[in-house]
């Protein structure tokens, strides 16, 4: 019972390049979170999204834009790769008492 | 401003023994929930339990219970007969509502890496 699917499991990229990454939802959830876990420093927010078409910056968006069309879907990108945006990236969706994660995408940039 | 702290970077249990993983959180909001996750080394995070701050009992997901101490800010995962594949990382989360009623960020305390042996 997949409730939570993210595009890619492993991703490589060049430096430069624009990467999506993509988290899909079955749950009809209005909440959906993009974090970076990175070793010593923990889950760290990007951005989130509490409706479609409505975003707010989390504690590291620098680097990063993020679309969410419609409701399921919410994208990460990457307007131009760089390595220290190396990292693992997790989507959640959340609504009241449920909060869910994808598989996490392990993006390399190089 | 809302805050988790974990402070066992890492614990060691004997296999079929329980442990306890301890949780503080700091919040003003009036209403929120705790969420514990386990994450092996695969990456992915699973969930395992809940916890409203209103419930008035702890809450019990199979080998897995939440020592929840409102007073105290507490909220300490328990998993009981522990076995080898419990072995992974363990996230404390809490999310809020506020006065307003709308809902804030899920916040993550930076884990405990729980070994369990032979």
């Known amino acids: 019972d997949v409730k939570v699917t993210q595009s890619s499991r492993y991703l490589v990229k060049r430096t430069g390049e624009k990467v999506f990454l993509e988290c899909v939802q079955d749950m009809d959830h209005e909440n959906m979170f993009w974090y970076r876990q990175d070793p010593g420093l923990g889950l760290r927010l990007i951005y989130f999204?509490?409706?479609?078409?409505?975003?707010e910056k989390g504690d590291i968006p620098e680097g990063y834009s993020v679309s969410r069309e419609k409701k399921e879907r919410f994208s990460l990108i990457l307007e131009s790769a760089s390595t220290n945006q190396t990292s693992m990236y997790l989507c959640?969706?959340?609504?009241?008492?449920?909060?869910?994660f994808g598989q996490g995408t392990r993006l390399t940039v190089v | 401003a809302q805050k988790i702290t974990q402070t066992q970077p890492g614990m060691f249990v004997q296999e079929k023994e329980a442990v306890t993983l301890d949780c503080t959180y700091d919040?003003?909001?009036?209403?929120?929930?705790l969420f514990w996750y386990k994450q092996p080394s695969s990456g992915e995070m699973i969930f395992l339990i809940y916890?409203?701050?209103?419930?008035?009992q702890n809450a019990t997901e199979g080998r897995y219970s939440l020592n929840f101490q409102k007073a105290r800010k507490s909220a300490n995962l328990v998993i009981s007969a522990s076995q080898l594949g419990d072995s992974a990382m363990y996230f404390c989360?809490?999310?809020?509502?506020?006065?307003?009623?709308?809902?804030?960020?899920?916040?993550f305390g930076k884990g405990t890496k729980l070994s369990v042996k032979p």
């Open positions: 989360a809490m999310r809020g509502w506020n006065y307003g009623g709308s809902q804030g960020n899920l916040i």
């Open positions: 999204s509490y409706d479609v078409k409505m975003k």
């Open positions: 916890q409203g701050s209103y419930d008035q």
């Open positions: 959640a969706s959340v609504d009241g008492t449920e909060a869910f």
């Open positions: 919040t003003s909001d009036p209403s929120y929930g």
